[in-house]
């Protein structure tokens, strides 16, 4: 079975303090994705991985950093936490799209999520 | 603008009953279409993807979902709803050739009623 794995389900954190959310994903997939999730705002892309070392900002990157060392870990970095930034965080991994294969059409898997309280 | 629409921010049935969540897109694209399920707490689990096989998708838990090009539409259907189906769905759709342009609905809160 596809597994997407975030270390912390739950965390509380003092603003000032610096945060590590980690995903580790299992299918070998080349696309990783960190997306936050709130109340009446949806979900919002904060960062994308199309490889090791490569990222790509999102929606919403400030206040947040990303690291990609290995192909199955990715790992959203807040330096600085904020109460603006307690939400659900959810990591996600794909296959590469394949626009000429239909059987390709690169659905996202998703962790558990995080949900992280700033106070 | 492209755009996913999720007609519905609350949908409430009773068990037993069928279930119809609505999704339209706007899309310059042929799009991967897909629907989502997140029960509280958890992440978002995929129920089924159209990717121009077939118009109707069949998906897990018995969810099947109709891709009508001319109205731009992907609604999500269940025959007889069940209690473990009160969940949030999420319409996405891939609007372009992009590996991160992925479009999320706002959602569709289903609730079952005994």
């Known amino acids: 079975d596809v597994k997407v794995t975030q270390s912390s389900r739950y965390l509380v954190k003092r603003t000032g303090e610096k945060v590590f959310l980690e995903c580790v994903q299992d299918m070998d997939h080349e696309n990783m994705f960190w997306y936050r999730q709130d109340p009446g705002l949806g979900l919002r892309l904060i960062y994308f991985?199309?490889?090791?070392?490569?990222?790509e900002k999102g929606d919403i990157p400030e206040g947040y950093s990303v690291s990609r060392e290995k192909k199955e870990r990715f790992s959203l970095i807040l330096e600085s936490a904020s109460t603006s930034q307690t939400s659900m965080y959810l990591c996600a991994s794909s296959p590469i799209y394949d626009v000429w294969g239909p059987d390709r059409p690169g659905e996202l898997f998703f962790g558990e999520g995080s949900r992280l309280t700033v106070l | 603008a492209q755009s996913v629409t999720q007609l519905d921010s609350h949908v409430s049935v009773s068990e037993g009953t069928p279930v119809l969540l609505r999704c339209n897109y706007s899309s310059s694209y042929s799009p991967s279409l897909f629907w989502y399920v997140q029960h509280p707490n958890k992440g978002l689990q995929l129920l089924l993807k159209y990717t121009s096989a077939a118009t109707l998708v069949k998906g897990i838990n018995g969810f099947e979902a109709e891709f009508k090009k001319s109205e731009t539409s992907f609604h999500l259907t269940k025959p007889s709803a069940h209690m473990s189906d009160a969940a949030e769905y999420f319409c996405?759709?891939?609007?372009?050739?992009?590996?991160?342009?992925?479009?999320f609905g706002a959602g569709t809160r289903l609730t079952v009623k005994p």
């Open positions: 996405v759709v891939r609007m372009g050739y992009n590996n991160n342009d992925m479009r």
């Open positions: 991985s199309y490889d090791v070392k490569m990222k």
